[in-house]
């Protein structure tokens, strides 16, 4: 049976679903801001200051490797140049407002921005392995009826240093080591591929081994699927690995719950997802939302198994974590298990996302940083 009642608009959703215009950016602030700046701009900094270029590379490493976080720390610069920076150059990596920790170990951070923008950033330590689920925008302009961020709509993109600055911040808060190995999924609140010349910037960072030498490979990017996007990402060496966060599998159903899918329908996404160049033994996530009654059906499996079959890829099935208003209700878990069987059977290499930090509305789908009324 068909459900068309609560939270499945049948109009285009009232919201901004602006995506084909670039987001705004922050403001410059008084002072230059050396937190989140490649080489060649620290150079550029250092120049304007009359020292020399060397000096640059020191900054770089004391920013990105050491992960300092003051003026004051950069042990390997003389104290006059530490105190003209002071005076001269800020060094503001995004600060924790507030942190939830969740019974299950994750924690929850409210990063607070220049602007006085709060976004999100969750810590989930696995065992060994740690992942970091970063955020790319303030707000989101694609619109998702079933997503918490997706009603704040846009507010502007994240720069690189604060992209790159919620994994700095996390790190640092965690106590982990430089060369300790963590996954970073850019999962949180925003497309990362509406901003992806900033996310590119800040990946640059995070992936350079003189930097933070986190592994191009430990990296994922989520996309509800900008078409355009997914291209432009394909041509890059190295890139992040891709996540596509299907959620139905009718253009009917997609079309109503991500506006997305009125532009770049099923058969155009899986066209681009087929010819995304993946490197040997590389696979696309395909995340799929389990909404209740509106997208859970076995005749959704179904189809699923047939999109997930014209391109090499594994499936992330998420039961969907109730937020305020939204209409939607999770699956029953008899049905996540008849979906996975059903999947499993048909060769398809599938796992359940288990959200978490859910008791502290830290799981996917539920950073909003704004109250409704
Ligand atoms: N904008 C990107 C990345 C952020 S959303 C994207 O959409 O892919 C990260 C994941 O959370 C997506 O797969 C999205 O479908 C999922 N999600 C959003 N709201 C959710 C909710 N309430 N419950 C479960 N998953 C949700
Ligand atoms: Fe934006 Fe992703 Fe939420 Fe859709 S699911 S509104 S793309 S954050």
Redesign the pocket.
């Known amino acids: 049976m068909v459900r068309s009642g609560q939270g499945l608009p049948q109009d285009l959703p009232d919201r901004d679903v602006s995506w084909d215009q670039p987001a705004p950016e922050l403001q410059p602030g008084p002072r230059p801001n050396a937190a989140g700046l490649a080489l060649p701009r620290l150079k550029a900094l250092v120049a304007a200051l009359g020292e020399p270029p060397f000096r640059a590379g020191q900054i770089y490493h004391g920013l990105y490797r050491m992960r300092w976080t003051s003026w004051a720390q950069f042990s390997n610069l003389s104290k006059a140049l530490r105190a003209r920076l002071e005076a001269e150059v800020a060094l503001d990596w995004p600060l924790i407002r507030e942190s939830a920790h969740s019974e299950d170990g994750s924690t929850k951070h409210a990063f607070l921005l220049a602007d006085g923008a709060l976004v999100e950033g969750v810590h989930m330590p696995y065992g060994k392995r740690t992942t970091l689920c970063l955020s790319s925008q303030v707000g ?1 302009a ?3 009826t079933f ?1 918490a ?2 009603l704040m709509g846009i507010k502007r993109n994240l720069t690189a240093g604060e992209i790159a600055g919620q994994v700095v911040t996390m790190l640092n808060e965690h106590g982990h080591g430089p060369d300790e190995a963590v996954n970073l999924v850019f999962m949180g ?3 990362p591929l509406h901003n992806l010349d900033n996310l590119m910037e800040a990946f640059a960072l995070l992936s350079d081994p003189a930097g933070l030498g986190i592994s191009p490979k430990r990296v994922t990017l989520s996309t ?1 699927g900008l078409v355009s996007g997914i291209q432009r990402l394909g041509a890059l060496k190295p890139r992040p690995r891709l996540a596509l ?1 299907l959620n139905a599998t009718t253009d009917e159903y997609r079309s109503r719950i ?1 506006p997305v899918n009125r532009v770049w329908n099923l058969d155009a996404l899986a066209a681009a997802l087929a010819a995304f160049p993946l490197e040997t033994g590389e696979r696309i996530t395909l995340e799929y939302v389990l909404l209740q009654g509106v997208t859970d059906s076995l005749e959704d499996g179904k189809r699923l198994a047939a999109f997930a079959q014209r391109f090499p890829s594994k499936v992330n099935l998420i039961p969907f974590n109730p937020h305020e208003g939204s209409g939607f209700e999770p699956p029953t878990e008899a049905r996540i298990v008849e979906l996975c069987g059903l999947l499993s059977a048909k060769g398809i290499t599938v796992s359940v996302r288990r959200s978490r930090g859910q008791d502290v509305a830290g799981a996917c ?1 539920q950073l909003v940083r704004e109250r409704r009324s």
Request: hydrophobic share 20%; proline share 0%.
């Open positions: 989101c694609m619109g998702c997503c961020t997706g609140m925003g497309e509800s966060s991500m789908g």
